[in-house]
T-cell receptor
């Protein structure tokens, strides 16, 4: 079965640079979520989109923005990167009208140097 | 506010032993969903199970079983006859009805010793 696709899988950036992470949800899933997992920590919810509209917002820094496109893929844009942004970034998707399970992608490991 | 507590930070057991991972949650909502996810060393988050707040029936799937008790706000996970491939970090998570986000516990690192 098709899973959530994230690209790139690994990304190395320097401080103050920008990064764009991409997420392709499971086919027919209409809701996308972004989470950030720091080293040794649990995943923290950043933001979610349903039918291309922001549906919920968590502890996402103002330097970050995200959107969902007409084909349901989503991008997380991160600017003015800081060392503390180094983390594993997960995208998850679900079918809004379904059973509420969020299926996670493999993650993008971002390292800021 | 919602909160998930996994008091066991790390557990090590010898292969073939049974092991139970504890999860206690807090929420003011009457309708909510509980989840368990597995994060193996490769890093991905694998969905294991979802439980609705109105369904306290316990569930068994192969070597895995889950015990949901609303009276104690607990949703514990038992692995029977553990195997080395069960070694991973296990997260319990909560989602309130109408909200999008999952609130995770801090995870329990399970190591199965061959």
């Amino acid at each position: 079965a098709a899973g959530v696709i994230q690209s790139p899988r690994h990304l190395i950036k320097e401080k103050r640079e920008t990064a764009t992470l991409k997420c392709y949800p499971i086919p027919r899933h209409d809701t996308v979520y972004w989470y950030q997992q720091g080293p040794g920590q649990d995943p923290q919810f950043l933001i979610s989109f349903y039918e291309k509209m922001q549906s919920d917002k968590g502890s996402i820094p103002d330097r970050f923005s995200a959107q969902q496109f007409s084909d349901y893929h989503s991008e997380l844009n991160m600017s003015s990167l800081e060392l503390g942004d180094s983390a594993l970034y997960f995208c998850a998707s679900s079918l809004r009208a379904g059973s509420y399970e969020q299926y996670f992608g493999p993650g993008t490991r971002l390292t800021v140097t | 506010a919602q909160k998930v507590t996994q008091a066991q930070t790390e557990i090590s057991v010898v292969e073939k032993e049974d092991v139970t991972l504890d999860c206690v949650y807090e929420t003011r909502d009457t309708t909510y969903y509980l989840f368990w996810y597995k994060q193996p060393p490769s890093g991905e988050l694998v969905f294991l199970i979802r439980r609705n707040s109105f369904d306290e029936q316990n569930e068994i799937s192969g070597r895995y079983s889950w015990n949901f008790q609303k009276s104690t706000s607990s949703f514990n996970f038992t692995i029977t006859a553990s195997q080395v491939v069960d070694s991973a970090v296990y997260f319990c998570a909560l989602r309130n009805f109408g909200n999008e986000k999952l609130t995770f516990g801090t995870g329990t690192r399970l190591t199965i010793i061959p």
